[in-house]
């Protein structure tokens, strides 16, 4: 099913590689965050397609494509590509558990990420699509290391420890790819309207306990990052 439907950065901008209208593929764009991501792409002008399972969960808006589908299945990635071939993709995808609680069940597949990164990452190959921008956590890959001990207790001993799995799962799927990419990891999610991000040198050390970053600073940090080449085959750690 098929409907038709500036940003205030505190990096010092490199150069954008091309000022056209360009086309953005969106994974996970019924999330929270991949909800801002759309309205950020589509304020700056640009086009987004958005490959949800349930295309009710997203408006109808000028510049948006909507294509029902899953990135666990390559024929639904492979519809969303012959509709309009994206520029660059971006995934903000999670893994779900029946609540918000560190301790609640999880309830997608162990693999879900991972499976859909390596899913889109090879249709983008046959698509010739070079870029990908993957938001992930503070903590997943070589951030691990860096965050407070007591943050590592929380994470290792509940059931957010599957997410942090499958974060890391579909890091080796993205960097084996060889594709262009960035893995955004920031810290707690809020909901407040701060924009302006920190950028954490050495994966996120001296990121304390309180360390937050507002859903639309990171929807705007992940369209610039996908938009710029200053992150590519890096792993930015933020905060507000
Ligand atoms: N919460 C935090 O404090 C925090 C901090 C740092 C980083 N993060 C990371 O930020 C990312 C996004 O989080 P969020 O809160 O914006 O996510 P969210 O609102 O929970 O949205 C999750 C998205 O993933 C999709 N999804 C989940 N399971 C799926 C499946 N089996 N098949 C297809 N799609 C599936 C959902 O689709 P449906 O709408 O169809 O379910 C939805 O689009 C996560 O990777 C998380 O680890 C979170």
């Known amino acids: 099913m098929i409907q038709r439907a500036l940003i205030n950065c505190t990096y010092q901008h490199t150069p954008i590689p091309s000022l056209r209208n360009m086309r953005f593929l969106v994974i996970g764009g019924s999330g929270r965050t991949g909800k801002l991501v759309i309205d950020n792409i589509l304020k700056r002008g640009h086009q987004v397609t958005a490959l949800v399972r349930n295309p009710k ?3 109808e808006e000028l510049g948006l494509d909507i294509v029902k589908g899953t990135p666990l299945n390559a024929f639904d990635i492979r519809n969303a590509f012959s509709l309009a071939v994206p520029d660059v993709v971006i995934v903000t ?14 309830i997608s597949p162990p693999r879900m990420m991972a499976d859909s990164n390596a899913n889109v990452a090879h249709i983008m190959k046959e698509f010739g699509v070079g870029k990908i921008v993957v938001l992930q956590a503070y903590g997943a890959g070589a951030s691990w290391e860096n965050m407070p001990c007591a943050m590592r207790l929380l994470m290792s001993k509940s059931n957010m420890t599957f997410s942090y799995e499958d974060h890391n799962l579909a890091e080796k799927e993205i960097r084996d790819s060889g594709l262009t990419f960035v893995l955004v990891r920031p810290s707690r999610l809020v909901e407040t ?14 990121v304390g306990l309180m360390g937050c970053a507002s859903r639309i600073s990171v ?10 080449t200053k992150w590519d085959g890096t792993a930015p750690v933020i905060t507000n």
């Open 57 to 59: 969960s997203l408006g």
């Open 93 to 106: 995808l999670s893994a779900l558990r029946a609540t918000d609680s560190p301790f609640a069940a999880p």
């Open 193 to 206: 309207d701060v924009i302006e991000v920190r950028e954490w040198p050495k994966d996120g050390k001296g």
């Open 219 to 228: 929807a705007n940090f992940l369209v610039t990052a996908a938009l710029e």
